[in-house]
C-alpha cells in the first residue's frame, strides 16, 4: 500500500509547495482551498492508474472523486477568483497570527498531507482485485454522489442570493438555508461518509473511518462552523443571533417558531 500512497503524497506535498509560492506572490492565501479541493481529483485517477484492483471498481471511484473534486474546486476558484485580490477574511485572520510566509508554508503543507490521507479509501479500493461490486460500495458511491448534489444545489442558492441587491447585507433563507445554517458543510460531511462506506468493500476499508470523522472536526471545531459565524455575528449582529436561534447549525430540520 505504501508504494501507491507515497507518489501521491510527494506529489501533493510539492504542488502545495508551489501554490503556497504562488500566493505569496500574489498576496492571496485563499487559493489553498482550491488546491486542497483539486488534490483528489489528481490523487483518485493516481491511484486507480497504479492500483491492481479491479477495473470497474477502479473506474467507478476514480470517477466519483473527480466528479466530487472538480464540482468543488472549480466553484471555490470561481469565488476566489471573483474576489481575488480580496482575501477570504479566515486568512486575513490568519494573517495576524502568522506574519512570516514560512508559517502559512507548514500550513499548505499540512494541507498536502490531509487530501493524501484523506484518499486512502479510493487507494484501498484500487488495490481491491475482487471483480464483484459489493452493495456497500455501490451504496457508498450512490450517497456521495447524492451529497455531491445536494452540496452544489446549496452553493447555487446561496449564490443566486447573493447576487440580487436587495439581498445586500441579509441573510440567505432560501432552498435549503431556510432548514440549516450551513447546508453545504452538511452535505460535505455526507459526500466523506459515502467515501467511507464504499471503502468498506475493500480489505481494511473500515479503518477509513477517521476520513469523515476528520471532515467533521475540521467543520466543527477548525475554519468550518465556527469562523463562519463569528464573522457572520461581527457583519450582521442581532439578525443573525435570531437565524442562529430558530435553524439547525448543521443538519436541516424544521425551523424554530418560538
Known sequence: MWSLFLPGFLL??????????V???????????VL???????????DAWAGRGDPVRKG?????????????????????????????????????RWPHPLMFLAFFELQAVLIAVLSLPFLLAC????PVLHPVE??????SLLAVAGEAQADAQLDAFKVVPASAGRICQVGWWRYS????????????WGFFLAACG???????VFCPLLILYFLFRVTGIPLTEEFALKSKGDAYREYQRTTSAFVPLPRKTL
Do not use: K, Q
Request: glycine share 10%; net charge positive.
Open 12 to 21: 501533493m506535498v510539492a504542488i502545495f509547495a508551489v501554490g503556497w509560492a
Open 36 to 46: 486542497w479541493s483539486y488534490g483528489l481529483a489528481l490523487l483518485a485517477p493516481l
Open 202 to 208: 475493500s480489505s481494511w476499508g473500515w479503518t477509513t
Open 138 to 143: 455501490l451504496a457508498g458511491l450512490a450517497l
Open 60 to 96: 467507478l471511484f476514480a470517477g466519483v472523486g473527480l466528479v466530487w473534486s472538480l464540482r468543488l474546486g472549480t466553484h471555490l476558484l470561481r469565488r476566489v477568483w471573483r474576489h481575488h485580490p480580496g482575501e477570504d477574511a479566515r486568512y486575513r485572520s490568519f494573517r495576524t
Open 127 to 130: 488495490a481491491n482485485p475482487d
Open 181 to 192: 445554517r450551513h447546508p453545504n458543510y452538511f452535505f460535505e460531511s455526507l459526500v466523506w
Open 23 to 33: 500566493c505569496v506572490r500574489v498576496r492571496n492565501y485563499g487559493f489553498v482551498d
